[in-house]
């Protein structure tokens, strides 16, 4: 499968990491939890797969368009 790069859709804070590197996901499951404007924004899974990477950290600051967590 090909390799999946999830970006941050806003600016903001990770507020919470839901999974580590090596974890099998499945379709929309929460990935990462990010906090922008008192909003929490949730980051899910475009389909099932095993998390490659996992780009940030919880209380990191993310800019839009960043990758986050890239997926296989």
Known sequence: ???IHLPSEVTGTVW???VSAGDPVSADQ?????????MEIPLTA???GVVLE??????E????GQTVVVLE
């Not at 929460?30 to 008192?38: C, N, P, R, Y």
């Not at 996992?54 to 209380?59: F, H, I, N, P």
């Not at 600051?61 to 839009?64: G, W």
């Open 61 to 64: 600051s993310v800019a839009e």
């Open 1 to 3: 499968m090909p390799r």
């Open 46 to 48: 475009p389909r099932a």
């Open 16 to 18: 919470k990491v839901e």
């Open 30 to 38: 929460t990935l990462v939890i990010l906090e922008s404007m008192k």
């Open 54 to 59: 996992l780009l940030v950290a919880e209380g």
